[in-house]
C-alpha cells in the first residue's frame, strides 16, 4: 500500500518540473511539450485523489483532459507550423514583431 | 519497504528523470522521446491507482497520438532549423527560483494539511474499469461527452485552415 500523499508529492515535482521547462526553453515545440507534461501531472493528482475519496468523477474529469489536449495539441501544432512557414523561425525571443 | 513502495519509487525516478531529460536535451526529438517515457510510467501509475481504463487511453491518446503528432511536426520542420540561440542565464535562474517557491507551496498544501496521509484502501475489482467508466460518462456526464466530440471537431477544422495554403 503506498500512500497518496507520495503521488501528489510526484504529481508536484512533475508539475513543477514542466512549468520550469515553459520558462527556459526558447523552442515553441518545447514550450508546448512542458504544457503537456503540465497537464499530465494534473492528471496524475486528479487519479490519485479519485481514488482516495472512492469516487469515479476525478478519473471522467481526466478523461475530459485528455480531449482537450489531444484538441489543444492539434491546434497549437497547425500555429507552430504557420508560424514557421512566415518567420521561418519557432524561438520565442525572435517572435517580436508586437514589441513596441 | 514493501515490494510496492520499491517499485513505485523506482518508477517514480524514472519518471522525474525522464521530466528532467524534456527539461535539458538539446535536440526536440530527443525531448519527444523522454516525453514518451514520462507518458508511460504515468500510465502504469494509474494502474497502481485503479484506473485501467484511464492506464491504456493514456497510452493510446497521449504516447500513441499526441506525441506522434509532434514528432511529425518536428521532422516537418526539420531538427537543423529547430536549434535556438543560447537561454539567458539569469532568465534561467529566475526560473528555477520561482519553480522551487511553486514546488514548496505545492509540498506544504499536500503534505503538511492532514489531508494527504490516507492509504489507498482496497476498492472493488470494477472501480476504474471501462464498464464503470462507462455507466458514469453516459449516466451523469453525457452533456459534456457530446460537447468534447463538438470541441474534437473544432480542433480538427482549426488545425485544417491554419495549415490551409492560400
Given at each position: 500500500m503506498i500512500p497518496i500523499s507520495y503521488y501528489i508529492v510526484l504529481s508536484a515535482i512533475l508539475f513543477t518540473l514542466g512549468a520550469i521547462c515553459v520558462l527556459i526553453r526558447r523552442n515553441a515545440i518545447i514550450i508546448f511539450m512542458g504544457i503537456e507534461l503540465m497537464l499530465n501531472a494534473a492528471n496524475l493528482a486528479f487519479v490519485a485523489f479519485a481514488t482516495q475519496h472512492q469516487v469515479l468523477s476525478g478519473q471522467i474529469f481526466v478523461f475530459f483532459v485528455m480531449t482537450v489536449a489531444a484538441a489543444e495539441v492539434a491546434v497549437g501544432l497547425a500555429l507552430i507550423v504557420t508560424i514557421f512557414r512566415t518567420k521561418?523561425?519557432?524561438d520565442v525571443d525572435q517572435l517580436n514583431s508586437l514589441k513596441g | 519497504m514493501t515490494t510496492d513502495l520499491i517499485f513505485f519509487l523506482i518508477l517514480a525516478f524514472v519518471s522525474v528523470g525522464a521530466a528532467l531529460g524534456l527539461l535539458f536535451s538539446r535536440n526536440a526529438i530527443y525531448a519527444a522521446l523522454f516525453l514518451v517515457l514520462n507518458f508511460l510510467t504515468v500510465a502504469i501509475f494509474y494502474l497502481f491507482l485503479n484506473a485501467p481504463f484511464l492506464a491504456m487511453a493514456q497510452i493510446t491518446v497521449?504516447?500513441?497520438a499526441i506525441m506522434v503528432l509532434f514528432l511529425f511536426v518536428i521532422m516537418l520542420l526539420g531538427t537543423k532549423k529547430l536549434k535556438t540561440r543560447g537561454e539567458n542565464l539569469w532568465q534561467r535562474r529566475l526560473a528555477i527560483g520561482l519553480g522551487a517557491v511553486l514546488f514548496g507551496e505545492l509540498f506544504t498544501m499536500f503534505?503538511?494539511?492532514?489531508?494527504?496521509?490516507?492509504l489507498i484502501g482496497d476498492l472493488g475489482?470494477?472501480?476504474?474499469s471501462p464498464e464503470a467508466i462507462g455507466l458514469e460518462l453516459f449516466n451523469q456526464y453525457l452533456l459534456p461527452f457530446e460537447i468534447t466530440s463538438i470541441l474534437l471537431l473544432v480542433g480538427m477544422i482549426g488545425a485544417i485552415v491554419l495549415t490551409k495554403d492560400n
Amino acid at each position: 500500500m503506498i500512500p497518496i500523499s507520495y503521488y501528489i508529492v510526484l504529481s508536484a515535482i512533475l508539475f513543477t518540473l514542466g512549468a520550469i521547462c515553459v520558462l527556459i526553453r526558447r523552442n515553441a515545440i518545447i514550450i508546448f511539450m512542458g504544457i503537456e507534461l503540465m497537464l499530465n501531472a494534473a492528471n496524475l493528482a486528479f487519479v490519485a485523489f479519485a481514488t482516495q475519496h472512492q469516487v469515479l468523477s476525478g478519473q471522467i474529469f481526466v478523461f475530459f483532459v485528455m480531449t482537450v489536449a489531444a484538441a489543444e495539441v492539434a491546434v497549437g501544432l497547425a500555429l507552430i507550423v504557420t508560424i514557421f512557414r512566415t518567420k521561418h523561425t519557432i524561438d520565442v525571443d525572435q517572435l517580436n514583431s508586437l514589441k513596441g | 519497504m514493501t515490494t510496492d513502495l520499491i517499485f513505485f519509487l523506482i518508477l517514480a525516478f524514472v519518471s522525474v528523470g525522464a521530466a528532467l531529460g524534456l527539461l535539458f536535451s538539446r535536440n526536440a526529438i530527443y525531448a519527444a522521446l523522454f516525453l514518451v517515457l514520462n507518458f508511460l510510467t504515468v500510465a502504469i501509475f494509474y494502474l497502481f491507482l485503479n484506473a485501467p481504463f484511464l492506464a491504456m487511453a493514456q497510452i493510446t491518446v497521449y504516447a500513441g497520438a499526441i506525441m506522434v503528432l509532434f514528432l511529425f511536426v518536428i521532422m516537418l520542420l526539420g531538427t537543423k532549423k529547430l536549434k535556438t540561440r543560447g537561454e539567458n542565464l539569469w532568465q534561467r535562474r529566475l526560473a528555477i527560483g520561482l519553480g522551487a517557491v511553486l514546488f514548496g507551496e505545492l509540498f506544504t498544501m499536500f503534505f503538511f494539511q492532514g489531508r494527504g496521509s490516507t492509504l489507498i484502501g482496497d476498492l472493488g475489482s470494477g472501480f476504474g474499469s471501462p464498464e464503470a467508466i462507462g455507466l458514469e460518462l453516459f449516466n451523469q456526464y453525457l452533456l459534456p461527452f457530446e460537447i468534447t466530440s463538438i470541441l474534437l471537431l473544432v480542433g480538427m477544422i482549426g488545425a485544417i485552415v491554419l495549415t490551409k495554403d492560400n
